[in-house]
């Protein structure tokens, strides 16, 4: 079974930075795609970024193109995501997911996504 887990979230003032990391385990194939997503009060969950597994393309989304940078260790399975230059508009909570098998390159749809972690909290204040 695919364990997808957060951490890195937390407080900070804008213009501040997080690195959020998303531990993943229980692949048994290497055709997959992580996205990060975020979800805030009262709307709909957000697609921000994905890498591929195989040759380790990256997409961002325009909101945070140029602020977010997106990476993997694959040695230790966990991909990242470094968020610069926060802004209050951030805030949300942080969700990793798995594509498994991607058709589509650069993919954040999330209804594309088949497995996801818990969360973590992101709050930036003003």
């Known amino acids: 079974e695919v364990q997808l887990v957060e951490s890195g979230g937390g407080l900070v003032q804008a213009g501040g930075s997080l690195r959020l990391s998303c531990a993943a385990s229980g692949f048994t194939f290497d055709d997959y795609a992580i996205g990060w997503f975020r979800q805030a009060p009262g709307k709909e969950r957000e697609g921000v970024s994905c890498i591929s597994r195989g040759d380790g393309s990256t997409y961002y989304a325009d909101s945070v193109k140029g602020r977010f940078t997106i990476s993997s260790d694959n040695a230790k399975n966990t991909v990242y995501l470094q968020m610069n230059s926060l802004k209050p508009e951030d805030t949300a909570v942080y969700y990793c997911?798995?594509?498994?098998?991607?058709?589509?390159?650069?993919?954040?749809?999330?209804?594309?996504?088949?497995?996801w972690g818990q969360g973590t909290q992101v709050t930036v204040s003003s």
């Open positions: 997911g798995a594509e498994f098998y991607p058709v589509v390159p650069g993919e954040l749809d999330h209804d594309e996504y088949d497995a």
